[in-house]
Each structure stands twice: as structure tokens, then as C-alpha cells.
């Protein structure tokens, strides 16, 4: 069992900057992938970035690109989601999920354990 805890969320104005960590405890955290996703009302949950086993492998949405970076510090069990320049459209759940791999993937069926969400909201 993997239990994941995520942090950092809030309101923040069209601009700003939030970061977002998530902790991992239970089976070892350092031998698998990690991902950021989000959920917006009325939509489905879509992939935000993610991160691999030893964070030398990163991937993000089109809509993310350039704006918000990935992490990871295995030594404290932790992933962390940088955004900057946040847009409304970026107002959503955002959820971390681990992946029982090396390797990450972009869509939400390829992870096993997913954290509760914390709530991103930016104000235009």
C-alpha cells in the first residue's frame, strides 16, 4: 500500500505562483514513477505532468508546458508541482498518483494510488 498526501493548494491571482508537494509513505517511494494530475468541475481528469523512478525523465500537458515543472526529492518521500503563471483555466483538484513502475505515463488508468486532491483556484 502506498498512501499519498498532497499540500499547497489555494487561491492565488491570475499570475501568480503556488507549489504543490506531495508525501508518499508505505512501500518504497524512490523505485516508482509519480504524476500531477487535475480536475476541473464538469470535466474529466486530465494529466498535468510526471515524473520517473529517478526524476531524470519529466513530461507535461501542452497546456502546462513552460509554466509549471516537476520534482521529486527521494530522500524525503516527496514530489513536488512548481506553477508558475497561473491562469484560471488552471483552477481545478489536483491530484498526485504513483505509479508501481520506473517509468511514468500521461493517462490516469496507468497509476495505482492516488492522494486526496487539493484545490487550486486562481482568480482573473
Known amino acids: 500500500q502506498v498512501q499519498l498526501v498532497e499540500s499547497g493548494g489555494g487561491l492565488v491571482q491570475a499570475g501568480g505562483s503556488l507549489r504543490l508537494s506531495c508525501a508518499a509513505s508505505g512501500r518504497t517511494f524512490s523505485r516508482y514513477a509519480m504524476g500531477w494530475f487535475r480536475q476541473a468541475p464538469g470535466k474529466e481528469r486530465e494529466f498535468v505532468a510526471a515524473?520517473?523512478?529517478?526524476?531524470?525523465?519529466?513530461d507535461y500537458a501542452d497546456s502546462v508546458k513552460g509554466r509549471f515543472s516537476i520534482s521529486r526529492d527521494n530522500a524525503k518521500n516527496t514530489v513536488y508541482l512548481q506553477m508558475n503563471s497561473l491562469k484560471p483555466e488552471d483552477t481545478a483538484v489536483y491530484y498526485c498518483?504513483?505509479?508501481?513502475?520506473?517509468?511514468?505515463?500521461?493517462?490516469?488508468?496507468?497509476?495505482?494510488?492516488w492522494g486526496q486532491g487539493t484545490q487550486v483556484t486562481v482568480s482573473s
Open positions: 515524473i520517473s523512478w529517478s526524476g531524470y525523465s519529466t
Open positions: 498518483a504513483t505509479r508501481l513502475a520506473l517509468t511514468a505515463v500521461t493517462t490516469h488508468r496507468g497509476y495505482d494510488y
